[in-house]
């Protein structure tokens, strides 16, 4: 049955040969193996009782509790990181995309000098090495919570603050390709009614790019939720978040690999489900973005 | 944010009947001909991301370049200004290849460039095979489609965990396979300590990283018109030929993005050994991130590591520039 996907692109109707449909079968049943290999363990070893997975591995588990799935809560204070974790991420989504859409708008709509500056810059910043700049910002982070009082480091505020910035470049750079794409009449027109041209923004321009900000807003997400090296240095045992936090199953000399398993399937629920539900606008959003 | 809002209603006549209250504000502020604060609106908007910018990403760069000409050691951490000068001596020391400093890092150099080349390869490999097998419709499309973006979506340290128990030794799936059920080894191999944790490491980081090149190639696929397959086809053209005469050369300007900025992030890739290994990376998986990472905190010496991630930041600088200029050469040869 052909889809629209199929008549709007996609190689000719012409019957494919037989060499390519065995090709295309075999090569996507493997990459579906390597890709289901890890979440098959994930899950049915977060099922299994601790000496099960302390021994040879096993396909089949030979008997299956939800056991681990109570346990992840006293073995670390993982409701702790969940929280750190929601808090960071959550926040600094919010204010990324809000910086996101004022940036993203003003160099969709304006000329002004320095424009290309602007973008190159912020496009940039994105390739440089995480660990160029870790050293010094934990730096400053301490020198100005000694000279001001205000707790950057080891704080959540000062992991919001950088988490934004991580997620800022490719959101602003996919908000502008979005913001492109919508006719420059419609805000116009809206001026012309007198709207100021905020008001014109958010009545005219947000709304109808709404896909291209929930794509971002998930990538801003996923982005925050996932990050390592920087909450391994800028967080404490108050503040830390999952990203450190569910080491505390696997460093340790019992290593509790079911408990492991079930904590990781339970923190990767948020986004793979906010991911996998929203992923028609991430890809629609890639293509207005990125593709140009 | 209250900036913006204030000024907002002064941009021009258009604006007055945004806000009622505006009048006071209006009056309060100095006017500004309304040319001017039009010509303003723009970089107000951009304040607040230039303003994150420079205080996360760009100050610290170049407050990191300082410190690499500075002997910063743990008694400065509190007021790294009082930290001694030293000129190019944390760069004498990372450079110098014969002293233990110098060595390890030139190893940590290669290790990285040999798990950049496989790692990026066979990810791109794998992107790209699989955005031409999904491009033509058929059942299941759809399904393979979402399957393919979970590593992407999956927060790197579940899955880097979940790969961390497959590698353990004793009660690992891959030993279980390759030894009690495939019996190509003869011993159960160690695979996250010694010389096979490179292996490892290529393994996860293809896993993690192949789905954003599959997602950015099917996105540029959508946009190869169709008529070129027609025309294609009807000149004769097989599936294979189309392949190869249409959609590879379609792809040429994404994949020359793609390359440089998959590169990029698996050169300087940290999360994925630093998850793997744990804190002690293995000399044969010892990538570069992760070794001045050690050698900042483990030490407490942020001089010399410091002249490390600049060493890096110069090195990647040069490959991004030839890069770009060989590839658009190359473009812009094809097409004359």
Known sequence: ?292 | MTATVTTDPGTGKQARGTTRGSGGARRGIPRIPDRIRRGGLPYLLLLPAVLLELLIHLIPMVVGIVMSFRQLTQFFIGNWGAAPWTGLENYEIAVDFDAPIGEALLHSFFVTCVFTFFAVGLAWLFGVTAAIMLQESFRGRGFLRTLFLVPYALPVYAAVITWAFMFQRDNGLVNHVLHDQLGITDQPSFWLIGDNSIYALIVVSVWKGWPFAFLMLMAALQNIPRELYEAAAIDGAGVWQQIRRITMPSLRPVNQVLVLVLFLWTFNDFNTPYVLFGKAAPAGADLISIHIYQSSFVTWNFGTGSAMSVLLLLFLLVVTAVYLFLTSRGRKGSHA
Do not use: H
Request: charged share 10%; proline share 5%; glycine share 8%.
């Open chain 1, 1 to 292: 049955m052909p889809s629209r996907d199929g008549r709007r692109a996609g190689r000719s109707p012409m019957a494919a040969p037989r060499s390519f449909l065995w090709t295309r079968r075999v090569v996507l049943t493997l990459l579906a193996g390597f890709v289901l290999l890890p979440v098959y363990v994930m899950i049915s070893s977060s099922l299994k009782p601790l000496q099960d997975v302390s021994g040879k591995f096993r396909w089949i588990p030979r008997g299956l509790t939800v056991q681990p799935y109570v346990d992840i809560w006293d073995t670390v204070p993982l409701a702790r990181y969940f929280v750190n974790s929601l808090i960071v991420a959550g926040a600094a989504t919010v204010c990324s995309v809000v910086i996101a859409v004022f940036a993203a708008y003003a160099v969709s709509r304006y000329g002004f000098r320095g424009k290309r500056v602007f973008t190159v810059t912020v496009l940039s910043t994105q390739m440089f090495p995480g660990i160029l700049f870790l050293l010094p910002l934990f730096l400053i982070f301490v020198n100005i919570g000694n000279s001001t009082g205000v707790a950057l480091y080891g704080s959540r505020g000062g992991l919001i603050l950088t988490y934004l910035t991580f997620s800022l470049p490719f959101s602003i750079w996919m908000l502008i390709g979005y913001f492109d794409s919508i006719p420059r009449d419609l805000d116009e027109a809206a001026m012309v009614d007198g709207c100021g041209p905020l008001r014109a923004l958010f009545r005219v321009v947000v709304p109808a790019a709404v896909p291209g900000i929930v794509a971002v807003s998930v990538y801003a997400f996923m982005t925050a939720w996932g990050e390592v090296l920087f909450a391994s240095v800028m967080t404490n045992d108050a503040t830390r978040t999952l990203a450190v936090g569910l080491q505390g199953y696997a460093t340790q000399n019992d290593v509790y690999w079911n408990q492991a398993m079930a904590a990781s399937l339970v923190v990767s629920v948020p986004v793979v489900a906010g991911f996998l539900l929203l992923q028609r606008y991430l890809v629609a959003g890639l293509t207005a973005g990125a593709v140009k």
